[in-house]
C-alpha cells in the first residue's frame, strides 16, 4: 500500500500513528458488537481495516535493532540491542511526505497496535497480521526503561497501556492455540546449571537441562546495580529461523552470549517455549563477572557504629566479590593503631557479608575502624566508621 498523498501542508501533514491504531481498534471493537448482535457490516469496515493492516506492516512497522543502527549509530550498547532483537515497534507518525523519517516508538504502545492488527487477522482470516502482532506484543511486554521518558511520565504511561491494551491479542491467541494444547504440554521451568559465582570471562556460556517440549529458549540477565538488561531468543539449532541458535543434546541445552558482559554482579534466567506459549520462568541464578585485571572496589561498612558496650565487637561490611583479600584496621581518632590483621575473604565472608570479630578488649573510648580491599590487581581503603566503647 503506498504512502498517502495530497495532505494538508507543514506540521499539518503529520497523523500520530498512535491516534490511527486507536481509530482502528474502535473499528474493530465496532466489528465485535455487530458479530455478538448479529448485526451485518454494512459499512465495509473490515475490508477498511485490511488496508490499513497492510499499510501498519509495509511502512509503520521497523525492526528496532536494525532502525536504530542505521538511525543512531553508536548511541546503544551492544547489550540494549539486543535486547531487542527480533521485536518491532511503529514510528511516532504518518507524514504525507514520502522521504521524511520519523522517530520510532519503543515502548508498550506497540500494545494497541498488536491489538489492531490483531482484530484484522480475525475478519480478515490472514495469518500475516497475527505474525505481524505477535513481533508488536513481544515489545510491547518486555520489561524496559527506554530513551530517556521522565520516570511519573513511564510509569503511568506504561499502567495505562497495559491496562487497556493486549488484551485482543492475548483472547485471540488463546483461542487459537487452545486444541494444539489438548495435546501439547506447555515448557517446564528449566533448571540452571552454571554460571554461578565469580566467572572471568565476558561472554559465558550458559548452560541448563533441557526440555524436550520447547522449541525456543528465552535469556533474561539483568545486572543488580544499575538494571541494564541482556535479553535474547534462541531457537532449538537447525531450524529456519535468523535466530540464534541453542544448542541440546544429553540432556542440557547451551548458549553463549554474542556480546560481551561488563563487570558487575548479575541474575539470570531461562523459560522455554512452544506452540501452546512461553512456559514458567527458571529460578534465577547469580554470577558475577570479574575480569581478570580488575582491581577491587572499596567496601561498606555496617557496624559498629554510634555507642557499644560490647569490648570485643565485631565488625561487619558488604563483601566485595573483586577482593581475594581484606586487611581490617582499628586505631583512635588521631590515627594510633589499637588492632589490625589481613584475612582472605573465603575465610571471613558468607551470604555477601564478611565480619571480624576483635581479638583483644577495648577501653572506654572512641574509635575508628577501616577495611582495606585487595586483589593481585589493586587495593583501596574503605572510608572510616567510628565507634565509642562505654562499658
Known sequence: MPLPQGGPEGESERVSSFQVSQTLWTIGRYLDFCEEYNLTDDTGAAD???????????????????????????????????????????????????????????????????????????????????????????????????????????????????????????????????????????????VLTSPSGIILHMTPELIWDEDTKATWYQVYISHTSDNSKYVQWYEIEDNDSTAPDVSCSEGKCSVTLGSALKNGEYEWWVRGWNNCGNGDWSNGMSVTVQREDTPPSKVTQSTPSGTTQDLTPTCTWVEDPLSTWYKFWVGYPNGDKVFAQWYEAFEICTDGVCSVTIDMALENDNFEWYIKSWNDYGKIWSDGMSFTVTE
Do not use: R
Not at 519503543?106 to 482484530?119: F, G, K
Not at 518486555?142 to 510509569?155: E, K, N, S, T
Open 48 to 190: 477498511s481495516l485490511e488496508a490499513y493492516g497492510d499499510f501498519i506492516i509495509d511502512h509503520l512497522m521497523k525492526e528496532i535493532s536494525s532502525y536504530l543502527n542505521t538511525y543512531h549509530p553508536g548511541e546503544f550498547t551492544q547489550n540494549e540491542l539486543n535486547a531487542y532483537s527480533g521485536h518491532y515497534a511503529v514510528v511516532d507518525s504518518i507524514w504525507f511526505t514520502a522521504d521524511f523519517e520519523t522517530y520510532l516508538e519503543i515502548n508498550n504502545w506497540a500494545l494497541l497496535v498488536a491489538d489492531t492488527l490483531t482484530y484484522i487477522y480475525k475478519y480478515s482470516g490472514k495469518q500475516k497480521y497475527l505474525d505481524a502482532a505477535q513481533k508488536l506484543y513481544l515489545t510491547g511486554t518486555l520489561d524496559q526503561v527506554w530513551l530517556g521518558d521522565p520516570p511519573v511520565y513511564i510509569a503511568s504511561k506504561d499502567l495505562v497501556n497495559s491496562c487497556n491494551f493486549g488484551l485482543v491479542y492475548m483472547n485471540e491467541t488463546n483461542q487459537t492455540t487452545t486444541n494444539d494444547c489438548e495435546t501439547n504440554e506447555y515448557p517446564s521451568a528449566p
